[in-house]
């Protein structure tokens, strides 16, 4: 190709970031499959499950009846109704229709977030391992991502004392989520007061992202850090969205709800990037959201099968040692043990070396640790079939074994 030249330079921000990592992989493995290669795919976490029938009906219905022109920016209110009575239901939180938006997704959701808190000079905090997009989303606003390190000894919990050193009077926020991508991390009651408590007392705003809310395992239970009291919910914004529960990731839909004028701030932002998140997703996600729940437990008690079953299979090869999560569905075994070692003709340093070789030797795609901010790990997503999962793990462990 030519050089583009100077009048396609692009902006410093853009260079500040790099492509989704877990996109990038999932990309790369579909591409692989469609040139013929037998790949089994751990990358992108995205439930395998078909969107339910009752969903697809509903939007099927509202294209027929012409529900198809600009809605409301900020989304419906029926949706918004709908996304007020779950938050009720599930989370013990009330809130008015002005104190909710709707966007084109989760990360849409964080991203405009981001957009209109931060600016440079301000500090953001990231408990790591961290999912791939936070840092980046912070970047782009000119803020500065402060990552806490946590230790796989602690569970991959974020501590108090480690939150309160992370603080300085540049922090504006935090971003939380439990279950947590990639590592599982639930917290208890206790320990989430612990940290809201911090929290409140430094001034910082909290950005709890609930997507995997429902996938959620043993005896863990969800609770939403907002709940606590009426200070933290007006702390606190709480992003959620339907990709996960209900095997919806393809069709964008993510909400917040928070304080008034940061919701009315992010539908004005909206107004002038995306304007309203597609009309007949909506209707798919208002029909998720107030029809039946059966299946989000079904799928929330298959997903707990396989994690029983890989973590099982991991830590049954040599030098894997493969914490167990809580909740979501990724497993982040540890792999260091492999680093320094020759394998294919290549000697392994580290996560990024190590998928590659497993892509390359195995056909398995799966994500580097270091995405994540933990080099010394793998990141696998089992949303896929129990078949898949056995075939893959096996083909880890021989190019393991052999190498
Ligand atoms: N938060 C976390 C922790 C995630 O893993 C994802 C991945 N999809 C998202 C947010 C964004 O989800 P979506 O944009 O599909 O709603
Ligand atoms: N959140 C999923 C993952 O971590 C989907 C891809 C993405 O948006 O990052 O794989």
């Known amino acids: 190709m030519k050089e583009p030249g100077v009048l396609h330079k692009l902006s410093r ?16 493995a579909n591409a692989l499959k469609a040139a013929g290669r037998d790949v089994i ?49 599930d989370n013990q939180l009330a809130y008015e229709r002005s104190q909710v938006v709707v966007s084109a997704g989760a990360k849409h ?4 977030i981001a957009h209109v808190l931060f600016e440079e000079g ?36 974020l501590k108090p004392a480690e939150l309160e050193k992370a603080i300085t009077p540049r922090t504006k926020a935090i971003v939380i989520s439990y279950p947590s991508n990639p590592a599982g991390v639930c917290y208890t009651r206790k320990e989430l007061e612990e940290l809201a408590a911090i929290l409140l007392r430094r001034g910082i705003i909290i950005i709890s992202d609930d997507i995997y809310e429902k996938i959620i395992y043993d005896d863990n239970q969800f609770i939403s850090i907002a709940s606590f009291s009426e200070e933290l919910k007006s702390n606190t914004i709480v992003v959620n969205g339907v990709s996960k ?10 909400y917040a709800a928070g304080p008034e004028n940061i919701i009315a701030a992010m539908t004005k932002y909206q107004s002038q990037n995306t304007s309203n998140p597609t009309s007949i997703a909506q209707k798919a996600a ?73 892509l390359e030797e195995a056909n398995v795609a799966l994500v580097p640790g270091a995405d994540f901010g933990h080099d010394d790990h793998l990141r696998l997503s089992y949303a896929t079939s129990m078949e898949l999962i056995e075939k893959g793990v096996e083909r880890i462990r021989k190019a393991l074994l052999n190498g």
């Open 13 to 28: 921000r853009i260079g500040l970031i790099k492509p989704s990592p877990t996109l990038a992989i999932q990309a790369k």
């Open 41 to 89: 795919s751990f990358g992108a976490g995205e439930p395998d499950f078909d969107t339910p029938d009752n969903v697809k009906e509903a939007a099927i219905a509202s294209i027929k009846a012409g529900f198809t022109k600009y809605t409301a920016v900020g989304g419906i209110d029926d949706l918004k109704d709908a996304i007020i009575a779950k938050l009720k239901r």
């Open 109 to 112: 959701t964080l991203f405009n």
């Open 122 to 157: 301000d500090e953001v905090l990231v408990p790591s391992p961290y999912w791939v997009s936070y840092t980046d989303i912070v970047y782009l606003t000119g803020a500065t991502p402060v990552v806490i390190k946590t230790r796989m000894e602690d569970g991959f919990k």
């Open 245 to 254: 529960s209900y095997a919806m990731t393809g069709w964008r839909i993510g």
């Open 286 to 358: 208002l029909e998720a959201l107030n029809g039946p729940q059966e299946g989000v437990l079904a799928r929330g008690r298959e997903f707990q099968q396989r994690r029983d079953f890989i973590v099982r299979k991991l830590n049954e090869i040599p030098g894997i040692a493969c914490p167990n999560p809580q909740g979501a569905f990724y497993v982040f075994p540890h792999v260091a043990s492999f680093y320094g070692k020759r394998f294919g003709g290549k000697v392994i340093e580290n996560s990024s070396d190590l998928a590659a070789y497993l």
